[in-house]
Nanobody
């Protein structure tokens, strides 16, 4: 069974940090770009960041620039989203998504990758709550 599983969410105080993981099972992530998205209560799902199969990443939201970092460990079939200095407004369910594409500039030069409906494989999400 091909699936993505997110983990690492939880309750954190404002200004705190979390590292989310996205693990693939049933397939290898080597040839996949990975996107992270989030959905807050009552809001649409929005793009957070993207990393190409070759490790080039960009933020999809100006609000996370300098605070969120993507990395990948293909040996562990895992992509990580390091989130620092979190704010209460970032309380949401965080999802990872995979798209088979080996273009190293996929995230930066494919505008469609910012669209939620572009990605065809999703995890179930992990809840992140930022509250004091």
């Amino acid at each position: 069974q091909l699936q993505l599983v997110e983990s690492g969410g939880g309750l954190v105080q404002p200004g705190g940090s979390l590292r989310l993981s996205c693990v693939a099972s049933g397939f290898t992530l080597d040839d996949y770009a990975i996107g992270w998205f989030r959905q807050a209560p009552g809001k649409e799902r929005e793009g957070v960041s993207c990393i190409s199969s070759r490790g080039k990443s960009i933020p999809y939201s100006d609000s996370v620039k300098g605070r969120f970092t993507l990395s990948r460990d293909n040996a562990k079939n895992t992509v990580y989203l390091q989130m620092n200095n979190l704010t209460p407004e970032e309380t949401a369910i965080y999802y990872c998504a995979a798209e088979k594409n080996t273009f190293q500039d996929f995230c930066t030069l494919v505008p469609l990758a910012r669209r939620v409906d572009y990605w065809d494989r999703w995890g179930q999400g992990t809840q992140v709550t930022v509250s004091s």
